[in-house]
């Protein structure tokens, strides 16, 4: 493995990171430190990705194995608290609620929110507090102040996620971080080609969608095509599009064509598991066993499910029974010609 491997994978991390999808950060992430065992930056990152899903106790486990390294880094000894810190204030707040001490779990939430006056697990839980303690109104404020905190981001970090999301896939996402920034910033034409084209791309997949639906295949066909002329470098959309038109061209007992946009979606995302699938089992219903056996093998490997194992072996008894039928009219073929 190469450093670049490294890289590529904590770049992939940060931008899911800043987009909040910490899960898939924290994958990306472990990728990175099998990759290379002593990469601070990425132990750094992934503790904080388990801080912001709230699983203090995970985050700290991050911290101890980056202990075990001798860990020099300077940052590491500023965060290596907070979790802990974090998780015997939640822990001991939920204790005080349970016993009815509301007026102590006050005092304890008000001292957490000094710390983090921005985590939003703990002002949901004043928020709780404040009910319990009958005062209303203060609970509303403190709610609304969550809410606000969630949705309190700039135009220029807006259209950023919807950037980030337009190319992994994800137009219809992205859509709602383009609008949202268009309110903001209505002004703003930096991102507003890259909204259109997010626009254009959930039209046409749509309208393809309810058209395979109602089987009007051949206005499914047109959407679908249609699509993909929006954007060429949109590589993972486009791989979406290839193996929508595959299940069209299906329908349409057009095998070739619609193996040959399953070759495409594969060679725009490599990984694309329903890409391999599909084409499997076009490849399997069109007598080509060598080749089904192939992608059904890459599925397997993909993912280690019962049914990809039992069509994997159903594409080798296949294989075994049209080879066996290839002899015997070999011979067949032999005995004539000597006659």
């Given at each position: 493995?190469?450093?670049?491997?490294?890289?590529?994978?904590?770049?992939?991390?940060?931008?899911?990171?800043?987009?909040?999808?910490?899960?898939?950060?924290?994958?990306?992430?472990?990728?990175?430190?099998?990759?290379?065992?002593?990469?601070?930056?990425?132990?750094?990152?992934?503790?904080?990705?388990?801080?912001?899903?709230?699983?203090?106790?995970?985050?700290?486990?991050?911290?101890?194995?980056?202990?075990?390294?001798?860990?020099?880094?300077?940052?590491?000894?500023?965060?290596?608290?907070?979790?802990?810190?974090?998780?015997?204030?939640?822990?001991?707040?939920?204790?005080?609620?349970?016993?009815?001490?509301?007026?102590?779990?006050?005092?304890?939430?008000?001292?957490?929110?000094?710390?983090?006056?921005?985590?939003?697990?703990?002002?949901?839980?004043?928020?709780?507090?404040?009910?319990?303690?009958?005062?209303?109104?203060?609970?509303?404020?403190?709610?609304?102040?969550?809410?606000?905190?969630?949705?309190?981001?700039?135009?220029?970090?807006?259209?950023?996620?919807?950037?980030?999301?337009?190319?992994?896939?994800?137009?219809?996402?992205?859509?709602?971080?383009?609008?949202?920034?268009?309110?903001?910033?209505?002004?703003?034409?930096?991102?507003?080609?890259?909204?259109?084209r997010a626009i254009s791309f959930c039209v046409?997949?749509?309208?393809?969608?309810?058209?395979?639906?109602?089987?009007?295949?051949?206005?499914?066909?047109?959407?679908?095509?249609?699509?993909?002329?929006?954007?060429?470098?949109?590589?993972?959309?486009?791989?979406?599009?290839?193996?929508?038109?595959?299940?069209?061209?299906?329908?349409?007992?057009?095998?070739?064509?619609?193996?040959?946009?399953?070759?495409?979606?594969?060679?725009?995302?490599?990984?694309?598991?329903?890409?391999?699938?599909?084409?499997?089992?076009?490849?399997?219903?069109?007598?080509?066993?060598?080749?089904?056996?192939?992608?059904?093998?890459?599925?397997?490997?993909?993912?280690?499910?019962?049914?990809?194992?039992?069509?994997?072996?159903?594409?080798?008894?296949?294989?075994?029974?049209?080879?066996?039928?290839?002899?015997?009219?070999?011979?067949?073929?032999?005995?004539f010609i000597r006659i």
């Amino acid at each position: 493995m190469t450093p670049e491997n490294v890289v590529f994978h904590y770049n992939r991390a940060l931008s899911l990171y800043i987009l909040n999808l910490f899960s898939e950060s924290i994958k990306e992430l472990s990728k990175c430190i099998a990759l290379k065992g002593d990469f601070t930056s990425g132990y750094l990152l992934k503790a904080m990705c388990y801080i912001r899903l709230q699983d203090f106790h995970t985050a700290s486990k991050v911290y101890q194995n980056v202990q075990k390294l001798d860990c020099e880094d300077s940052r590491f000894s500023d965060f290596e608290r907070i979790p802990m810190e974090y998780s015997r204030s939640v822990i001991y707040i939920n204790q005080l609620m349970r016993n009815n001490q509301n007026e102590e779990a006050l005092k304890e939430v008000n001292q957490a929110l000094l710390f983090s006056n921005h985590c939003t697990l703990f002002m949901r839980m004043k928020a709780t507090v404040l009910l319990l303690l009958k005062r209303a109104h203060e609970s509303k404020f403190f709610a609304d102040s969550t809410t606000k905190i969630l949705s309190s981001l700039n135009a220029d970090e807006l259209n950023f996620r919807g950037f980030c999301l337009y190319y992994f896939g994800e137009v219809e996402k992205a859509v709602v971080y383009f609008q949202y920034a268009s309110f903001l910033m209505p002004n703003s034409r930096y991102f507003s080609h890259f909204n259109n084209r997010a626009i254009s791309f959930c039209v046409f997949k749509e309208n393809g969608k309810q058209a395979l639906i109602s089987s009007n295949m051949s206005v499914a066909l047109q959407n679908y095509t249609s699509a993909l002329n929006i954007d060429y470098s949109n590589k993972w959309e486009n791989a979406k599009i290839h193996f929508n038109r595959s299940i069209v061209y299906g329908k349409m007992n057009q095998s070739k064509e619609a193996i040959e946009d399953c070759s495409i979606a594969i060679r725009l995302n490599k990984k694309y598991l329903k890409a391999y699938a599909r084409r499997a089992k076009l490849l399997l219903e069109s007598k080509l066993y060598v080749k089904a056996l192939r992608d059904f093998k890459i599925v397997c490997n993909l993912d280690d499910k019962t049914v990809n194992k039992e069509m994997f072996e159903e594409a080798k008894r296949n294989l075994v029974k049209s080879s066996m039928k290839y002899k015997r009219s070999q011979q067949v073929q032999s005995q004539f010609i000597r006659i």
